[in-house]
């Protein structure tokens, strides 16, 4: 689904990614891992478009994005949520859902049922406003507003950062349903390591913006990943 080829990105003069090569297939989830400042949340956003690439190739569903913004890339299926969530306070739950309208064609702007049976507590609160949530409340506010745009790649840029347990784990079983539907791509950061152990099928782990390891669940081991990502 997704194919990245030797990807670099730069901030001015400094080179953050140095030639990241990686795939994300549909219906796995591919977490990108490693310690704080390696390059994750700019490879998600070289991804997404929000911040261009400097050079590399990357295709999505065998067809070359060479577009690099962000609302276009959306229109190709791209649905990134970001570190933050970024969700408009002001507006309420109903009308930050309806924000992914922009996305899609005139006939399919509604908020699907499917929707509010993944986050039940955003049907209770639709007439809320989005800065009244809870931090958790509102990350599950971010995933749904991507999901409303029917990605084929979903970005998921620390979901559990600054969240409840409780709150985790309904995230965690969401994402776990989205891969076993089978229709989309979902690429996760995260530093969370028993919660991206437990539902990774491919692991990237980065260091200093360079790949130190890849491969599935079944050629790279726990230790081995604790070891790459603690390094």
Not at 17 to 34: F, R, S, Y
Not at 160 to 165: A, D, R, S
Not at 195 to 211: E, H, I, N, P
Request: with cysteine; charged share 20%.
């Amino acid at each position: 689904m997704l194919s990245i080829n030797d990807l670099t990105l730069h901030y001015g003069h400094s080179q953050i990614l140095n030639g990241i090569t990686m795939e994300a297939a549909k219906g796995e989830v591919t977490c990108v891992m490693g310690t704080n400042g390696v390059g994750k949340t700019s490879l998600m956003r070289a991804i997404s478009g929000r911040h261009p690439r400097s050079g590399g190739a990357v295709s999505l569903d065998g067809e070359p994005l060479v577009v690099s913004l962000p609302h276009q890339l959306a229109r190709k299926g791209v649905a990134y949520v970001p570190q933050g969530r970024e969700i408009f306070p002001l507006l309420t739950v109903h009308e930050n859902l309806e924000t992914g309208f922009a996305c899609l064609p005139m006939t399919e702007h509604g908020v699907p049922d499917r929707i509010y049976s993944l986050f039940p507590v955003l049907h209770d609160m639709r007439y809320r406003r989005g800065g009244d949530l809870s931090g958790g409340q509102q990350q599950q506010l971010a995933i749904a507003r991507a999901l409303i745009t029917r990605p084929k790649l979903l970005l998921l840029d620390e979901p559990t950062e600054g969240i409840q347990p409780n709150i985790i784990q309904q995230i965690g079983a969401v994402i776990r349903q989205l891969r076993d539907e089978g229709d989309m791509a979902i690429v996760l950061v995260e530093q969370y390591f028993d919660f991206a152990y437990d539902l990774a099928d491919q692991f990237l782990v980065l260091r200093r913006g360079s790949v130190a390891l890849r491969g599935d669940r079944d050629e790279v081991s726990r230790g081995d990943l604790l070891a790459g990502v603690s390094v």
